[in-house]
């Protein structure tokens, strides 16, 4: 039996492909994101930064310049100087302040009898010792030596003026013979006041004829009067602090004086005690350079030894807006004067007749501050050499004739940076205060560029 052919002819047809819109979709998202991480990758990080509240501590050391009431006191006559009041002690106008010998005799028998005599201390010179010591112990700080010598000091003067008044007592008819033939004259104080046995020069210095050399505490010294064994007439031998009423002047930035504008009072430390208190405040500008003149009532007799006295300003808490140094960028603008200014027959903006050909076109550019004088704009509508008409007038005023710069930062709250003016109260290294509620300015909460001199104007920020 004859098998059945085999059939082997096989028809293939053509493959049908099939496009999804969903791949179409996914595809471009993909590509989308791989664009944007390309570019968020390979474009400059703008960090941004928060506008706060906020306060900077200016806890400030200076070396203050010390204005008294002083008068010097020249010898009348030449001789050998005897010293009988205490030094910084307070004195009236019939206080015995020194003597002079014009032999020498009696000085001589006076140092022969302290070397050999032992005094017995009344009450009151035993509580002066005693005070004195006290102090000294209780304020005792082993890293600074200047108290050390400065007690020293006053002890020894205390001592050394017990035993010359002691010795002069002793003395009886001899010393007043001495008196009587005019070989010792005794002088007082011709007014009442703190005596000081030394001089630097400076005595006449007042609030008003102080110069910035003044100042230069490198360049002080001072003479010890009670270091001379002799004199001759108009000599100094001491001077007298008349006026518990005393300033202290000392040259700061022109940051801070401005910040203290408007203030009356001010307080500070003495650093060499710790002592505070509140002074009245003045201000000078003399050459270019800032002081601040403090008036005290108080304190005069406890510095009465130094020209420059170490202060500290406390609680000098100045407060804004605080925001970056990093953030305050300068820019410049051109200066429209105000007489060109005018509103739109349908709105409120400000703005300026441009001459264009031959009409006047009707412009609002932005504008980012305003004095007295002027209005600050920038280059996005006017340009350098562009003409302004002044409203009801034939005459122009040419855009870039005036420029000035502006202290801001670059505000990113609608995604893309504008420049914003500030006004510095204070500044330190890192952060600066800004004054509040400003026309042109910023508020808390806004959103700045952190490093300003990365952006420029209208840049978008990703």
Do not use: C
Not at 282 to 311: C, N, P, Q, W
Not at 415 to 427: C, D, P, R, S, T
């Amino acid at each position: 039996m004859k098998k059945a052919k085999k059939n082997d002819k096989i028809i293939k047809y053509p493959k049908q492909y099939h496009f999804s819109i969903g791949f179409i979709i996914i595809g471009v998202m993909f590509i989308y994101m791989i664009y944007h991480l390309f570019t968020y990758i390979t474009a400059d990080n703008i960090t941004v930064y928060e506008v706060s509240q906020g306060s900077i501590s200016s806890n400030l050391e200076y070396n203050a310049l010390a204005i008294r009431e002083e008068q010097v006191i020249t010898a009348e006559n030449s001789g050998d100087v005897l010293y009988l009041s205490e030094n910084f002690g307070k004195v009236g106008s019939k206080t015995q302040i020194y003597a002079l010998d014009t032999t020498g005799e009696i000085l001589s028998s006076i140092k022969e009898s302290t070397e050999k005599s032992e005094i017995t201390l009344d009450e009151e010179s035993y509580d002066k010792i005693q005070s004195l010591v006290t102090n000294y112990v209780l304020d005792y700080e082993p890293s600074e030596f200047n108290k050390t010598y400065a007690f020293k000091n006053e002890l020894e003067s205390q001592v050394e003026q017990l035993y010359t008044v002691s010795a002069m007592e002793a003395m009886g008819d001899s010393l007043n013979q001495a008196v009587a033939n005019g070989s010792f004259n005794i002088y007082n104080s011709p007014v009442p006041g703190l005596v000081v046995y030394s001089i630097d020069g400076l005595e006449d210095l007042t609030i008003d004829n102080f110069m910035s050399d003044s100042l230069d505490i490198s360049n002080y010294s001072s003479v010890n009067l009670k270091a001379q064994e002799s004199v001759v007439a108009g000599q100094a031998v001491y001077k007298v602090i008349t006026s518990d009423h005393w300033n202290l002047v000392f040259e700061v930035d022109k940051t801070l004086y401005d910040s203290l504008q408007g203030e009356t009072y001010l307080k500070i430390k003495f650093l060499e005690d710790e002592a505070e208190t509140w002074t009245n405040l003045d201000f000078a500008e003399k050459a270019g350079k800032y002081y601040l003149i403090l008036t005290l009532d108080d304190s005069m007799d406890r510095y009465a030894d130094s020209r420059f006295v170490h202060i500290k300003i406390i609680n000098n808490n100045i407060s804004g807006l605080k925001i970056p140094n990093s953030s305050i960028v300068l820019k410049d603008f051109y200066t429209i004067p105000k007489g060109y200014m005018i509103q739109g027959n349908n709105t409120d903006d400000a703005g300026f007749l441009l001459q264009s050909g031959n009409e006047n076109v009707f412009v609002t550019p932005t504008i980012y501050y305003e004095n007295d004088d002027f209005y600050f704009v920038d280059d996005e509508i006017l340009t350098r050499g562009d003409k302004l008409v002044k409203p009801n007038s034939n005459e122009t005023y040419v855009v870039g004739s005036d420029m000035d710069s502006l202290e801001g930062v670059y505000n990113v709250n609608k995604g893309y940076a504008v420049f914003k003016q500030i006004e510095v109260l204070y500044q330190n290294d890192d952060y600066s205060i800004i004054k509040t509620g400003t026309n042109y300015g910023i508020s808390m909460y806004d959103h700045i560029v952190l490093q300003g001199n990365e952006v420029e104007e209208n840049t978008i920020i990703n």
